[in-house]
């Protein structure tokens, strides 16, 4: 998988919170199952309504996303979104700022 994916939770539906939680910590086990890979980023929008998994991620992820209904999407812009879980070293590099 060499694209940025996205598993959006509209804020409308009212057990989107949870399941953003949800997706954070299915993620997060994941994550720590694999030793961290430094560039399997898992980001959020200041909303926490949109959820960017860096192409590293879906190297590992690839189920959860697609199960949580994740489609390709382009890159997130950095200003836009904060890190949840990875490397903070690595945003950096997968997120440079262009501001």
């Not at 694209?3 to 994941?30: C, H, M, T």
């Not at 980023?41 to 998994?53: I, P, S, V």
């Not at 192409?55 to 390709?72: D, H, Q, R, Y």
Request: glycine letters at 8%.
């Amino acid at each position: 998988m060499a694209s940025w994916y996205k598993v959006r939770f509209p804020s409308s539906e009212p057990d989107a919170p949870a399941k953003g939680v949800r997706l954070q910590n299915d993620y997060s086990r994941i994550y720590v199952r694999h030793r961290g890979p430094k560039d399997a980023l898992l980001m959020a929008n200041g909303a926490r309504d949109e959820y960017y998994f860096s192409p590293g991620a879906m190297c590992i992820a690839e189920a959860l996303v697609l199960a949580s209904g994740g489609t390709a999407c382009d890159r997130p812009q950095r200003s836009q979104v904060s890190l949840l879980v990875g490397s903070i070293h690595w945003v950096d590099r997968i997120l440079p700022r262009t501001e």
